[in-house]
């Protein structure tokens, strides 16, 4: 019984002494010892002042990897050597010296902490030049301008003005049965319309101010401004640019700036359209 109980106290010690090798191994390689750097430190440490070739043995390095490992902890100051005659034998540093790689690398951290805090000045004036940076969607084919379409709408709020220009015989041409059905859900989301539109064959009987419909449509001649591709702003950011002819393809671009710009020229040609409704 004594026997059995000193087999299961030694098993339970060198269990335990494996787990704090295995937790000693982890922090060191934490601390910047590559992994056969932390087996050969932590070998010295059982085995105290020893030649290479026991190091490595013990350790299950190569001699010549071990070589270069003590050579790494000879600079970091947890190794010294001894000679003993024609031997060198090295011997491992109090533990508590450990604490001089944290401070090492609390150091190295400061210093590029102060380079870093140097060079963002330069960094930030570099960012502001750039400006805000649009973002771009590219889109394609007949289900890619639908999507266009329904994002004037996800995009928009109740009491928002969608501003347009528009080419109304390539969109009737390209989406005959969606147009009816757009304009159906943005009445009901209480979505506003104003746009400027042309067609091949002259004003449609819809133009000018139709409360019911939240719309108000400006024509302009198709001879003069024969135009076959849509322009749509809406949202707080969007510009949507629409082409009807050869491949279908869309772009939606989100940039405050280009919002702003468009935002202008619709105006000045909203009011530059009113023209053609007196000629009418």
Known sequence: MVVEKSIKGFCGDHRKSLDTM??????????????????????????GASPVQKIASKASVNRATT???LEALLKLGLVSTVQKGVKTYYTPENPEQLQSLIFKKEKEVERKREELLKVIPELSKIFEAAGERPVV???????????????FLASSRKGDT???FSSLSDVYRVLPSQDK?????????????????????????GSGKDPGLLRELRFI?????????????Y???????????????????????LYNSFVAIFNLAWEAAEKYIKEK
């Not at 001649?221 to 702003?233: E, M």
């Open 221 to 233: 001649p198709y001879n003069k401004f024969p135009f076959k591709s849509d322009i749509t702003i």
């Open 22 to 47: 295995a937790i000693a191994k982890k922090v060191l390689e934490d601390l910047g010892l590559s992994e056969k750097e932390a087996k050969v430190y932590l070998t010295l440490l059982e085995l």
């Open 162 to 164: 969608i501003l347009g």
């Open 137 to 151: 969607r590219f889109y394609e084919g007949v289900d890619g301008i639908r999507s266009i379409r329904d994002d």
């Open 67 to 69: 070589y270069v490992c």
């Open 181 to 205: 059905e757009y304009r159906e859900i943005r009445i009901k989301k209480g979505i506003k319309s104003k746009g400027i539109y042309t067609h091949k064959n002259g004003p449609l009987s």
């Open 235 to 257: 949202g707080k950011n969007k510009i949507a640019l629409t082409s009807y002819t050869g491949s279908l393809v869309g772009v939606v671009i989100e940039n405050n700036d």
